[in-house]
Structure formats: C-alpha cells, structure tokens
C-alpha cells in the first residue's frame, strides 16, 4: 500500500521515458522536471559544453550524483589525450572539485589537483595563472583535509607568485592573501595571520567598498584572528 500511494516520480525531462534509473539533477528544477537519466545528460552535453555542468532550463548548476556522474563521464572522454591538452588538464581540474563538493572524496581529488598541477609546471611554469589558480586549489585541498603542513607552502608561495606577477592589490592575490591569513589562523599562527588579514580588509575597502562581500569575509577573518589574540572579546 505505502508503494501504491507513493509519489511517481515522473519521467526523464530528456528523453520523456520514466524507466529507471532516474537521478535527481540538483538544481533548481522541481518535481519531475528535476529527474532524468544520467546517460540522457551525458548524450545532451555532447552536444553542448554547456550542459556538463548547467541545467538547460533553470540554468542552476547540477549538484550531488548527477553533478558526480557528469563530471565522471566527461574525464572518461578527454583522459586518454596528451596529458598537457588544455581540456584534458581542465575537465581533471573540474573533477577534482567536484569529487570534493559533491562527493566527499577528498583523497581522489588531492590526486588529480596534484596531477593537473605538476603538469601544468611543467608545461606552463610555475608562475602562470592556470598554474597559479592550481596552487590555490591544491592548498585549499590540503587545508579541507587538515594537512595544514602541506598548505602553507603552497598558499606562501601563490601569494609571493601573485604579488610579482599581479601587484599587491589584483583582487587574485588579495584571494592568495587572504587564504594565506585564514590557514595561519587555524593553525594558531594569529601574529602572522593579523597583517596578512588587515592588509587584505584595507585593499577590499578601497577597491571593492566595505559593503562587498569580499570585505565582508575579511572583516570577518580579522574578527576571528583578534579573537584568537585575545585583543577582542568572542
């Protein structure tokens, strides 16, 4: 009886065929229009770069299995290329993230952030953008696993690479500033995190306002560190 009376779950918004498997999409489509077969969604990306990603019609991003799923399917088409193709180092990159986001899989994208950032070394040298941005990532990585050891390297040497190539106040290197601060301070490095937090909040003021998101969290992050000082009362 619980089966009978059990909501139907519709059919896939692709193929309209409501044979199982059908995954949930994750993003803002509801009921039936946010099911469909992950091999429809894959066949539809194909034809367009956009939909390995994107809903067609909310234009939301997917998350969860069929953000999983998708990301799969697409390395599966690129991961047999030269490993310094462009897309090949980016759909990697695209992985990782969301083996890490929407997964959970912390260790199989610490794999691929650091495939995609030896390569990308190698191939572009270490002071490039994409080179940089992998930099960042693979710290960040670290410090979501609490490998604080193996971030602090990394994190140091995006923000020294950002402020040569990119100036002190490029809105990238005031984000290689701040996430340098951030790591120092969950480390309990409070004396080194307070400049790199109040050189990052003046530069966002000025460029940005105080009302910017961006000021915002580093307020926020300053807050926190003077808190941890003892300067500030929680």
């Keep these: 009886a619980a089966m009978a009376d059990a909501e139907p779950l519709g059919a896939c918004w692709v193929c309209c065929d409501d044979a199982p498997p059908l995954v949930p999409t994750g993003c803002g489509c509801r009921g039936s229009a946010g099911r469909a077969h992950l091999k429809c969604l894959i066949e539809a990306a194909k034809h367009d770069v956009a939909r390995w990603t994107s809903c067609p019609t909310c234009e939301q991003f997917f998350t969860g299995e069929c953000d999983v799923g998708l990301a799969k399917a697409r390395w599966e088409t690129v991961k047999d290329r030269p ?3 462009g897309e090949r180092l980016f759909v990697a990159n695209n992985l990782a993230v969301t083996l890490t986001e929407s997964a959970g899989d912390h260790a199989g994208a610490l794999r691929l952030m650091e495939e995609v950032l030896a390569v990308r070394r190698r191939a572009l040298g270490n002071e490039h953008p994409d080179t940089l941005d992998s930099i960042t990532n693979l ?3 670290h410090t979501e696993m609490g490998d604080f050891d193996a971030a602090l390297p990394l994190a140091a040497e995006a923000v ?4 040569r190539t990119l100036g002190d106040d490029d809105l990238h290197t005031l984000v290689s500033i701040g996430s340098l601060a951030a790591l120092h301070n969950r480390m309990g490095n409070g004396a080194l995190a307070r400049p790199l937090h109040e050189e990052a909040l003046a530069a966002r003021v000025r460029l940005l306002g105080d009302d910017h998101l ?3 969290n580093s307020t926020h992050g300053l ?6 000082l003892g300067e500030v009362e929680e």
Excluded: K, W
């Design 223 to 228: 807050g926190q560190c003077l808190v941890g």
């Design 139 to 141: 710290a960040l990585q």
């Design 214 to 216: 961006d000021a915002l």
């Design 160 to 163: 020294a690479a950002t402020r």
């Design 83 to 85: 490993e310094d193709d």
